[in-house]
Structures are given as structure tokens and as C-alpha cells.
């Protein structure tokens, strides 16, 4: 059965500070792995799908990294505006598999 | 512009009582999704759809469920025997290439109360 695992579950960033988000997962067979950011009370928005170890993805402040067991969503010098909570998901042959998410706060 | 549209935005249930959430798609995506959030959890899957006329459960499908009777369309009814229904369920759909890169479309949720 396929597993995603993130942490930390919550994350206080000050504006500015840089910091990482951890996808571990276990799966029979990758065929993507993708992040997605979610503000309260909204549904998941599309950030970045990965397919194979080594590849990387950026996106304005975001850098999403994928190797064979974990992936890393980078956040460099945050600003409030990129608090959300940020879902990793996994994708087997007809479905995604989600982790819990991260939610990041950024104060200014 | 396409999209998931779900309806209503909040839904309040009695004791007892089914309760339908709507989730309408202009994309042309073949496959739906129904999944319910919780605090501190993962989206966990309540039913799919790949086709229509056809659905399979999910890792959750214990007191609901579902139609496909047209493409556009895949309503979630909560029924009775669904003893802890207050979540945030989201529908989503994939299709295709896009469905391949972007995974799913998700709709913008309904949160459901029991009172």
C-alpha cells in the first residue's frame, strides 16, 4: 500500500527565513510525485509534479526536489503570502495517495 | 473558463438524515474523485470514477454513495450510516495528458456539519 509521509506538520517561518518541507514515501511504482498548496477552507491548487530521482522544479520562491524515497519542497526567502498548507501526493495507476500536509506560517 | 464546480459551499445535517453534495465538471475529464479531509490527516478516498456507469470504492466508502451517470457529473450522497460525517470533502477530476502532469483538478470543497 502506498505511504506519504510529510513533516514537520507545522512549520513558523519569520519573512525571509529559508526552510524545507520532507515528503517520504514508499510506493510499487512512481509515476509522479506532486505538490500541491492549499489556503484554508479551499481546495488543493497544482504546484509541481516530479517523475524521476534528480529532477527538480522551481516556481517563484518554490524549488521542489524528488529523489528515489523523498522529496523536498524548498521555500526560499518566504513571504507572508506563501502560508498555506502544502500537500505532497503520490500517484499509482489510477489514483492519488496524499500526506497529512505541512502548514507553513510566515510572519512578516 | 473549465473548472469543478461543488455545491453547496456549507451543508448542515441532522441526525439521521442523507445528505447530497454536488460536483459538476466542464473539463471532459473522464475520471472523478471523492475525497473527505479531516484536521490533521490526509485526503482519504471515498469513491472514484473512471468511466461513466462505473465507480469503485475507496479506502473509506462505509456509509456513502455515488452515481455516474453522466460525464459531468459525480454527486456524493452521506447517508445515515455514516456515524462521524463532519469534514471538508473535496471532488476533483483528471483526464488524460493533463490529467498525467497536473494529477487532479480539485474543486473549492464543501464542508459538512452535523448539528
Known amino acids: 500500500e502506498d505511504q506519504v509521509t510529510q513533516s514537520p506538520e507545522a512549520l513558523r517561518l519569520q519573512e525571509g527565513e529559508s526552510s524545507s518541507l520532507n515528503c517520504s514515501y514508499t510506493v510499487s511504482g512512481l509515476r509522479g510525485l506532486f505538490w500541491y498548496r492549499q489556503d484554508p477552507g479551499k481546495g488543493p491548487e497544482f504546484l509541481f509534479t516530479l517523475y524521476s530521482a534528480g529532477e527538480e522544479k522551481e516556481k517563484e520562491r518554490l524549488k521542489a526536489t524528488l529523489t528515489k524515497k523523498e522529496s523536498f519542497l524548498h521555500i526560499t526567502a518566504p513571504k507572508p503570502e506563501d502560508s498555506a498548507t502544502y500537500l505532497c501526493?503520490?500517484?499509482?495507476?489510477?489514483?492519488?495517495?496524499f500526506g497529512a500536509g505541512t502548514t507553513v506560517t510566515v510572519r512578516a | 473558463d473549465g473548472g469543478i464546480t461543488q455545491s453547496p459551499k456549507y451543508l448542515f445535517r441532522k441526525e439521521g438524515q442523507n445528505v447530497t453534495l454536488s460536483c459538476e465538471q466542464n473539463?471532459?475529464?473522464?475520471?472523478m474523485y471523492w475525497y473527505r479531509q479531516d484536521p490533521g490527516q490526509g485526503l482519504r478516498l471515498i469513491y472514484y470514477s473512471q468511466i461513466v456507469n462505473d465507480f469503485q470504492k475507496g479506502d473509506i466508502a462505509e456509509g456513502y454513495s455515488v452515481s455516474r451517470e453522466k460525464k459531468e457529473s459525480f454527486p456524493l450522497t452521506v447517508t445515515s450510516a455514516q456515524k462521524n460525517p463532519t469534514a471538508f470533502y473535496l471532488c476533483?477530476?483528471?483526464?488524460?495528458?493533463?490529467?498525467?502532469?497536473?494529477?487532479?483538478?480539485f474543486g473549492s470543497g464543501t464542508r459538512l456539519t452535523v448539528v
Open positions: 473539463l471532459n475529464h473522464d475520471a
Open positions: 501526493a503520490v500517484r499509482d495507476d489510477y489514483k492519488l495517495s
Open positions: 476533483a477530476s483528471s483526464g488524460g495528458q493533463v490529467g498525467s502532469y497536473y494529477g487532479y483538478t
